[in-house]
């Protein structure tokens, strides 16, 4: 309870005890959208700051973090001075669970926060997610993480598919754990399979009562709002199973400012619950989709393919034989904002339009190539594939540049054009075997790799020249003989 002292005039005044100030803290980390567990890991950690910044000589031995905030700024200068290397190194060292609640605390007492005042960023490196998810016991090769982080970066929107329970949604999971601060910066939706509109994600004017907005219990709307407010740090919007409804009833919206750049119009008043009457898609929010095939489930229109780089998980025998000798579970908390200062850097290359592309002379030939043979049956691409291919190629050569043309061509090819072929066999077949051809080194037949009952080496460079998208087209036209018709998406 508060207590009741008198000033020098005798008026009285309200001091606030240790617990009242606790409980306001805990109201205002709730109201900012974070998770129950992180509000309780921040004000488990306050004491923890309190000891640490006595016992490095950052402020004397009276203290009390709690009380004391007059005494944030003398803090905050001596962090960005002359213990700058070590509240940094700290940091590093617990991933973060220091920099954070600071950063909140000093906020919540109407200081500027430290992350202003310290840079702390260092340059993106898909290879220290790789490690940490290694030591998180997930399993996912190195090739993989680094199409999914030159896919997210090349758009903001990336679509995974393939073998159910192949870790697509703990990729995406994985990552936001990775570079986020804290979980306020994410949300994992579960699509429902009776979302007709866009209201689950959105919400709606209150017909009942004026000026009033009901916002989605999921935090969507929220997500989006606090990304647009905070546009240094990234957001995700994991939207798991993703086709359980006809994406293109509830997503239309997204999909339609994603290119334009405009506005979502949410109510015709000016703010209603606090809520604006448009919102935007902020550069710095990323949707990553998941999508299982089956007898539930819808087909995603070219529409949508067209605006996505599409990754299929599948699971090699090495990865299946790796997962069962593993007798240990899970440890996602590793991931815990240990990529959170690479979250600047992640930004700045998502929103840098004008990387430079290496080679641009043998990509453009090897695309338009392609583009001949796909247009025979009208699933060419358009201008906007090929601008987000010119880009992939370019994020590739920036975060990884041992990867060479071939490689990268290859993975284009797998997330951009052949997502969109399908059809019967009629339709299919000789465009298959012209495109698993254009796959192949020069010299090859691809009449052997089809007829073949030995396994084929998709790893020997003197006959296939993109091993990636051609063990695709295989499996494709292998469907089409079997089925009489063949799509990307398999279940």
């Known amino acids: 309870m508060s207590t009741i002292n008198k000033d020098k005039s ?98 919540f007492n109407g200081n500027k926060p430290l992350a202003d005042i310290i840079d702390e960023n260092e340059i993106f490196d898909y290879k220290s997610f790789y490690q940490s998810a290694q030591e998180a016991k997930l399993i996912f090769s190195e090739e993989l993480i680094i199409r999914f982080s030159a896919s997210i970066l090349t758009k903001p929107f990336v679509v995974l598919t393939g073998l159910s329970g192949s870790g697509k949604t703990k990729l995406a999971q994985a990552f936001a754990m990775w570079i986020c601060e804290d979980d306020n910066q994410y949300c994992i939706i579960p699509v429902g399979a009776d979302w007709t509109n866009r209201e689950p994600l959105l919400g709606f004017p209150n017909a009942l009562e004026k000026e009033k907005y009901v916002k989605p219990d999921n935090g969507v709307l929220d997500l989006i709002i606090a990304a647009d407010a905070d546009q240094e740090k990234p957001y995700f919007l994991i939207l798991d199973e993703m086709n359980l409804s ?45 999508v299982n095939i089956d007898e539930t489930t819808y087909m995603f229109s070219p529409k949508v393919l067209d605006r996505a780089n599409v990754i299929e998980f599948r699971v090699t025998a090495d990865e299946m034989g790796k997962y069962l000798s593993s007798a240990t579970s899970l440890d996602l908390e590793k991931l815990n904002a240990a990529g959170a200062n690479m979250a600047g850097s992640f930004v700045e290359i998502a929103s840098n339009k004008s990387m430079p592309v290496e080679n641009v002379a043998k990509l453009k030939n090897e695309l338009l190539i392609f583009f001949t043979e796909l247009k025979k049956i009208g699933t060419e691409f358009g201008f906007r594939s090929a601008s987000e ?47 698993g051809t254009l796959c192949l080194a020069a010299g090859q037949n691809i009449d052997e790799f089809i007829n073949i009952k030995t396994e ?36």
């Open 10 to 107: 005798g008026l009285e005044i309200k001091t606030k005890t240790q617990e009242d100030i606790k409980e306001d803290f805990f109201k205002y980390l709730t109201e900012q959208g974070r998770k129950e567990n992180t509000v309780r890991q921040y004000i488990t950690k306050i004491p923890e700051l309190q000891k640490w910044f006595i016992e490095n000589n950052i402020i004397g031995t009276d203290y009390n973090i709690w009380t004391d905030k007059d005494k944030i700024g003398d803090i905050n200068a001596r962090l960005n001075n002359d213990s700058k290397k070590l509240w940094m190194a700290t940091n590093k060292q617990i991933k973060h669970w220091f920099s954070a609640p600071w950063r909140a605390w000093t906020t």
């Open 389 to 435: 291919i010119m880009r992939f190629a370019a994020i590739v050569n920036t975060i990884e540049p041992a990867w060479k043309d071939k490689r990268i061509i290859d993975a284009a090819i797998m997330q951009k054009l052949l997502p969109k072929v399908h059809g019967s066999r009629r339709k299919l077949e000789p465009v298959l075997k012209t495109l």
């Open 456 to 491: 084929i080496d998709f790893n020997d460079t003197a006959k296939i020249k993109y091993p990636i998208s051609f063990e695709k087209i295989l499996r494709m036209y292998r469907g089409l003989m079997d089925n009489g018709f063949t799509s990307y998406a398999e279940a």
């Open 246 to 290: 006809h994406v293109e009833r509830y997503f239309a919206d997204f999909l339609s400012v994603m290119e334009s750049g405009g506005k979502i119009s949410l109510h015709p008043g000016q703010s209603w619950d606090g809520i604006p009457s448009q919102i935007t898609l902020p550069k710095n929010l990323f949707i990553i989709g998941t």
